[in-house]
Nanobody
Framework: VQLVESGGGLVQAGRSLRLSCVAS????????MAWYRQPPGEAREFVAG???????KYGDSVQGRFTISRDIAKRTMYLQMNNLKPEDTAVYYC????????WGQGTQVTVSS
């Protein structure tokens, strides 16, 4: 399984971005998919997850601003990020779980103040 993220970039605070994660296989086979991020000099942290039944979960710092979704037909998971803040600056990674964890290569998001 390969995961490829896209959609990162440089934006001003308060603006929005949408990240995409395209999988090489059927995402309906995954028990969970998630977004993580790694700010400069910090550990990787959970951002949002979506589970087999469609349930979603968010990290405290993004609750109410970010929305995770998926399109099974397109084999794609999304992260809609609204009201971005400078502290959202990080490399964003997607992860898929199917008895094993698969990770994408990451996409950089930089939010300027």
């Amino acid at each position: 399984v390969q995961l490829v993220e896209s959609g990162g970039g440089l934006v001003q605070a308060g603006r929005s971005l949408r990240l995409s994660c395209v999988a090489s296989g059927m995402i309906s086979t995954f028990s969970a998919m998630a977004w993580y991020r790694q700010p400069p000099g910090e550990a990787r942290e959970f951002v949002a997850g979506i589970y087999a039944g469609g349930q979603t979960k968010y990290g405290d710092s993004v609750q109410g601003r970010f929305t995770i979704s998926r399109d099974i037909a397109k084999r794609t998971m999304y992260l809609q990020m609204n009201n971005l803040k400078p502290e959202d600056t990080a490399v964003y990674y997607c992860k898929a779980v199917s008895g094993y964890e698969y990770w994408g290569q990451g996409t950089q998001v930089t939010v300027s103040s």
